[in-house]
């Protein structure tokens, strides 16, 4: 086995603690080229597609690669903007947030973030957080319901990583927060805010994004969490069962996923006479193509178009304070028993600051 890849070890280096925040991931530019990388490394995963390899392999490459990256790329075109990639924004600045969020609660970490698929990677950055020093790390995929195909996917490519590693540092990893107090109260209040500028809807669908049946037949517990997450959403805003549904999206191939799906539904809530419907998306934390352009573009021209007169998108929890707090919590939590308070990192007030300046750009008390 070889080590080569392995960070330069520096002797006398102060060990820290770094917490890596990990999402889905996103091309580099919307364009058929970054589109056929991402999606060749995206479609490429076992725990993505479970079909046998040798048949996935020629539908990918003979089909899917050759026909589906330029009507990607235009999707990705329409939601883009100056600052690149929404998701790559947002989670720059979730991580930002969440280094002066926890500094100020007195702990001394490291805070990065990677991409599954894409980049920053998984491996680049565990390079960069054990060239720090971080002997301590905790993984964070920012997947609040647990799924084979998101959480434990992060997990392998960390494991994957580890085997080119000598001195492995010490690893945990949070896999679900679908039932988290202070996340469920972050998304109650995204929807009450709404609310309170704009009226209530008649009907409140909660999209979660869709995972084939038979992953649910197996054992994942991904379609229990979802709706764990729908119902106490539903709680904390006094919603009946009649006032609110939980779908899934972003169906692929023929074979049958969760139900219900979401753009049917809204079409039969439309053809039902439903005036109004507001969409949350509760399993992401940060606005991306499955929500700009799925929901708040494709899923308006379902509604509308079949006799709906008001659609309204409720945002991702993004860079909201109540959001970032809550994941304070959750990431100090996960932290107890190691060392951070001290005088392992340098400059953690220039943090609380970066945080700050964040906040009076943009993010939501």
Not at 45 to 64: A, F, M, S
Not at 179 to 201: C, F
Not at 254 to 268: D, I, N, R, S
Request: charged residues 20%; positive net charge; hydrophobic residues 40%.
């Amino acid at each position: 086995m070889s080590f080569a890849k392995e960070p330069a070890y520096k002797h006398g280096q102060l060990p820290r603690t770094g917490v890596l925040l990990v999402n889905l991931g996103t091309p580099d530019a919307p364009t058929p080229s970054a589109l056929r990388r991402y999606l060749a490394q995206f479609l490429s995963d076992p725990r993505v597609v479970e079909i046998p390899p040798l048949v996935w392999k020629v539908i990918l490459h003979g089909i899917i690669l050759r026909v589906r990256p330029a009507k990607s790329a235009e999707k990705y075109a329409s939601i883009w903007t100056h600052e690149g990639s929404p998701l790559r924004v947002w989670t720059e600045k979730q991580t930002t947030l969440l280094q002066g969020f926890i500094g100020e609660a007195g702990h001394h970490v490291v805070v990065e973030h990677a991409m599954r698929y894409g980049m920053p990677s998984i491996p680049q950055t565990l390079d960069k957080l054990k060239a720090q020093g971080c002997n301590r790390i905790l993984v964070v995929p920012m997947y609040p319901q647990y799924s084979g195909a998101t959480t434990a996917s992060v997990m392998d490519e960390v494991f994957s990583w580890g085997r080119n590693i000598r001195a492995l540092p010490e690893l945990r990893y949070i896999s679900r927060f679908h039932d988290d107090s202070a996340y469920i109260d972050a998304l109650a209040a995204s929807v009450r805010e709404h609310w309170q500028a704009n009226g209530q809807a008649d009907k409140l669908v909660m999209s979660f994004h869709g995972m084939p049946q038979r992953t649910l037949e197996l054992g994942d517990p991904y379609h229990c969490e979802c709706l764990k997450t729908g119902r106490l959403v539903a709680e904390r805003l006094g919603l009946t069962a009649e006032q609110y549904v939980v779908t899934f999206q972003s169906r692929f191939g023929k074979a049958k996923w969760l139900e219900p799906y979401t753009e049917p539904t809204l079409k039969q809530l439309a053809k039902a006479g439903v005036k109004r419907v507001d969409v949350i998306c509760p399993g992401f934390v940060a606005d991306c193509i499955e929500t700009l352009e799925e929901i708040a573009m494709e899923g308006k021209q379902a509604f509308l178009s079949n006799g709906g007169q008001a659609f309204h998108y409720i945002p991702c929890l993004n860079d909201r304070a109540d959001w970032i707090r809550a994941l304070t919590k959750l990431v100090e939590t996960h932290l107890q028993g190691w060392p951070t308070q001290g005088a392992q990192q340098p400059g953690n007030h220039d943090l609380i600051q970066q945080r700050d300046r964040a906040l009076a750009a943009g993010a939501k008390v």
